[in-house]
């Protein structure tokens, strides 16, 4: 941890930074560049505070490539009343209540003064490469929209309307050098001219963004289109004189102004509408947030609730036998439900899951939304008497290639989006170790994550807009589904995460990327580890950031080995899985040097994968944990704590300490590059002594992670195994404010009642 003279405290091995809200991003970029480290948010009017680009979850030149602010904030300080209050904390992972860090970019939430903010970090690019071209506008969108296609690295892809398109490439040198020749048949083939490294750069749209924020709301525009439609609403302006019309080809963004005249201003509105397009908050935070007024409904007076259910969604997706109803009765946790649900609907669309949350508000029924029934954290376990709604029929998938997003339904499998994006050259990157079975509305509900979140983030990172239906049966839509900078990102943003007790969400629009053209797998075997975590700092200070960096301890290892027999040896202390992917050169360049960075951190064996087959085999330890522990007990406790990445060698040796104290065996494995581990607690339900300690065992874990400026979950969630722990975790003012918002969003709290807040 490095505190510098400008108030800027740096935990580089962490890749978080804290800074006062009045900063500059220009500032603490130039701090942060000594470590080869940025906040990759490089706003167009360099005087704007960090507090102002949060307001607005501004994204700069960047948003193509790094998206808005917003994805990066992982605590805040703000003053209420005099008093000072943190929300968030120093992990990369937080699945601990409601995202009110997240909430906070673009005013979801209003809590108070920003005062202090902490940042995720990134590597600062090895090389950057700019390009103007010139040409009619509309060949210029179209060029970028070819760009984009190809899965060039680009970075920035700014347009001005009077024909000038500015491309940022970023990587390797040789990359660039490759994708250069790339642009410029691109450019050839579309006829226009293009000039290797103007002199005015970015200039000239920081001058337009300048001249643009000081116009007043109502005299400027700022759209996020779908990219298609950008040439529409451009071709409509091109009679305006003196109006200049700019913005973000990546996105689809288009800033429009001085427009002096009101009427003006409402056709392009109207227009800008029409194209699909929401209301851009680059500029300027959005209107006040208005909470929808949750009236219970009163037009439903049928008194056979399962008759009006069955109405709805037919009988055959109406369960009500006691026999059937009792499948739905647990998840994947050991959580234990307090009675059956009343029923269990099983709708096909969101005007059905409306129609029915109409049914249980006329009627005073809880409501607990299901998805795959994978969650580890009693999320989904059934209150008695119940309306359990099914997801699992919202089966909708639609992958828009040309806007790299996918629209999804709550019900699909993560792994079948996977394979959807993965056929048209895209990604989804959202890994959990459920993915063959959890659906995305469970994912979005727990905010998953999995290996791949190190380098591409949590589920967050990928909702641009999510379809609700609120306590009385409103149907919601919040966030763009675009840029994720619309006027109600926010209240999407606080829906991730919130385990269906504000909402019940029914479909979703994802952010996709290229997909990586080449990964490679290394495996490095370490004596101790102290030696194993001592490695992931220093890949993590490095600059260089794998897109998976997995830790199993001694104890898994001699599990997994006696499992499998495939020559691990029993006797290490560590091992860790380190992904590289990307372009083919930057990935030869990864491997080599996390084989280096291993070997001189004293590793005593590393193996590198040089084929498809090596990285099956080296992946297959990591994905047979679970059975190689039933071995040991016939049942575990799965958590998932999240600490600062420099406290999980002092948080495994603690934990090792617990696991001798309360005499109950505990493996330790996760992803140890965010520092989200997985201990799990070993036991057999047969024996009434391992029961009887298993509770103050877990409780000591999680101690041990609140200790160390940790939290109680990375990506399970809270349900109902940690909810007795959430007063110790967030403390009695949180908890209040989070009380509060569930109180907006669900007044007679009957969405999945007993579940996250205490």
Same mark, same amino acid.
């Given at each position: 941890m490095t505190t510098t003279p400008s108030s800027f405290t740096i935990h580089a091995g962490a890749l978080l930074a804290s800074t006062p809200a009045s900063a500059t991003a220009t500032a603490l970029n130039q701090a942060l560049a000594a470590y080869g480290l940025c906040l990759p948010i490089v706003s167009l009017r360099a005087e704007v505070t960090l507090a102002e680009l949060v307001a607005c979850n501004s994204g700069g030149r960047y948003r193509l490539h790094s998206g808005p602010i917003g994805r990066y904030v992982r605590a805040a300080t703000l003053e209420q009343g005099g008093k000072l209050l943190t929300i968030g904390g120093p992990t990369l992972k937080r699945a601990t209540g409601y995202n009110l860090h997240r909430a906070l970019a673009g005013q979801g939430v209003r809590l108070g003064m920003i005062r202090e903010l902490t940042f995720n970090l990134r590597p600062l690019p090895v090389a950057t490469a700019l390009y103007a071209v010139h040409g009619p506008i509309d060949r210029l969108l179209t060029l970028s929209a070819y760009l984009i296609s190809e899965g060039l690295s680009i970075r920035g892809l700014a347009f001005d309307a009077t024909g000038i398109l500015l491309i940022e490439l970023a990587g390797l040198p040789t990359v660039i050098e490759?994708?250069?020749?790339?642009?410029?048949?691109?450019?050839?083939?579309?006829?226009?001219?293009?000039?290797?490294?103007?002199?005015?750069?970015?200039?000239?749209?920081?001058?337009?963004?300048?001249?643009?924020?000081?116009?007043?709301?109502?005299?400027?525009?700022?759209?996020?289109?779908?990219?298609?439609?950008?040439?529409?609403?451009?071709?409509?302006?091109?009679?305006?004189? &003196?109006? #200049?019309?700019?913005?973000?080809?990546?996105? !689809? *963004?288009?800033? +429009? $102004?001085?427009?002096?005249?009101?009427?003006?201003?409402?056709?392009?509105?109207?227009?800008?509408?029409?194209?699909?397009?929401?209301?851009?908050?680059?500029?300027?935070?959005p209107p006040e947030p208005t909470f929808p007024s949750l009236v219970p409904a009163t037009g439903v007076t049928e008194a056979d609730t399962v008759r009006a259910m069955q109405q709805v969604v037919g009988k055959r997706f109406l369960i009500h036998h006691p026999d059937q109803l009792a499948v739905y009765g647990q998840d994947a946790s050991i959580a234990q439900p307090n009675g059956l649900p009343h029923a269990v609907a099983l709708p096909a669309n969101t005007d059905e899951v409306a129609a029915l949350m109409r049914i249980a508000a006329a009627h005073g029924l809880s409501v607990?939304?299901?998805?795959?029934?994978? &969650?580890? #954290?009693?999320?989904?376990?059934?209150?008695? !008497? *119940?309306?359990? +709604? $099914?997801?699992n029929r919202m089966e909708q998938l639609v992958i828009d290639r040309e806007q790299q997003v996918a629209h999804v339904g709550a019900g699909v499998i993560t792994a079948e989006l996977q394979r959807a994006a993965e056929r048209v050259?895209?990604?989804?990157?959202?890994?959990?170790?459920?993915?063959?079975?959890?659906t995305i509305g469970g994912n979005i509900a727990c905010n998953a994550g999995g290996p791949r979140c190190l380098k591409y983030g949590v589920t967050a990172d990928y909702v641009l807009g999510v379809t609700a239906v609120l306590a009385d049966g409103t149907i919601v839509h919040y966030g763009d589904g675009l840029s994720g900078q619309g006027e109600s990102n926010g209240l999407a943003q606080l829906l991730v995460g919130s385990e269906g007790t504000l909402a019940v969400i029914t479909e979703a629009t994802l952010r996709l990327i290229p997909l990586p053209r080449a990964r490679r797998t290394t495996m490095a075997i370490f004596r101790t580890l102290y030696e194993a975590c001592a490695t992931v700092e220093r890949i993590m200070a490095s600059g260089l950031i794998p897109a998976s960096l997995e830790l199993m301890d001694d104890t898994t290892i001699a599990a997994v080995e006696a499992y499998l027999q495939i020559g691990l040896p029993r006797d290490a202390g560590a091992l860790l899985l380190m992904l590289a992917d990307g372009e083919p050169e930057a990935v030869d360049q990864e491997t080599a040097t996390l084989a280096e960075l291993a070997r001189t951190s004293g590793a005593e064996r590393v193996v590198v994968a040089r084929t498809a087959g090596d990285?099956?085999?080296?992946?297959?330890?990591?994905?047979?944990?679970?059975?190689?522990?039933?071995?040991?007990?016939?049942?575990?406790?799965?958590?998932?704590?999240?600490?600062?990445?420099?406290?999980?060698?002092?948080?495994?040796?603690?934990?090792k300490q617990v696991s001798a104290a309360y005499e109950l065996p505990i493996v330790v494995f996760g992803h140890a590059g965010d520092g989200n581990l997985h201990?799990?607690?070993?036991?057999?339900?047969?024996?009434?002594?391992?029961?009887?300690?298993?509770?103050?065992?877990a409780e000591a874990i999680f101690a041990v992670a609140l200790e160390m400026g940790g939290t109680l979950s990375g990506e399970h969630g809270i349900?109902?195994?940690?909810?007795?722990?959430?007063?110790?975790?967030?403390g009695e003012t949180q908890i209040a404010i989070q009380r509060a918002i569930k109180s907006h969003f669900d007044p007679e709290g009957r969405l999945n009642p007993g579940k996250v807040l205490p």
């Open positions: 490759r994708q250069a020749s790339i642009l410029a048949a691109a450019v050839a083939q579309a006829q226009v001219t293009l000039t290797p490294d103007p002199a005015m750069g970015w200039y000239h749209w920081e001058q337009l963004a300048e001249q643009h924020a000081t116009l007043l709301p109502d005299q400027r525009l700022d759209f996020t289109l779908p990219r298609r439609a950008l040439p529409a609403l451009i071709a409509t302006c091109s009679s305006l004189t &003196g109006v #200049a019309i700019w913005g973000d080809a990546g996105v !689809g *963004s288009v800033h +429009i $102004g001085p427009l002096r005249d009101r009427a003006l201003y409402a056709t392009l509105k109207a227009q800008a509408s029409a194209l699909g397009g929401q209301p851009c908050t680059e500029f300027g935070p607990v939304a299901r998805g795959a029934g994978s &969650g580890l #954290a009693g999320g989904s376990v059934p209150t008695a !008497g *119940s309306l359990m +709604i $099914g997801l050259g895209l990604f989804y990157p959202p890994d959990p170790s459920s993915q063959t079975a959890s990285e099956a085999n080296l992946w297959q330890a990591r994905r047979v944990i679970a059975p190689a522990l039933a071995r040991i007990r016939p049942n575990r406790l799965g958590e998932d704590i999240s600490v600062p990445v420099p406290q999980i060698a002092a948080c495994v040796s603690r934990i201990p799990n607690i070993l036991f057999d339900t047969r024996n009434p002594s391992e029961l009887a300690r298993l509770w103050p065992c349900g109902t195994l940690k909810r007795p722990f959430m007063r110790q975790a967030l």
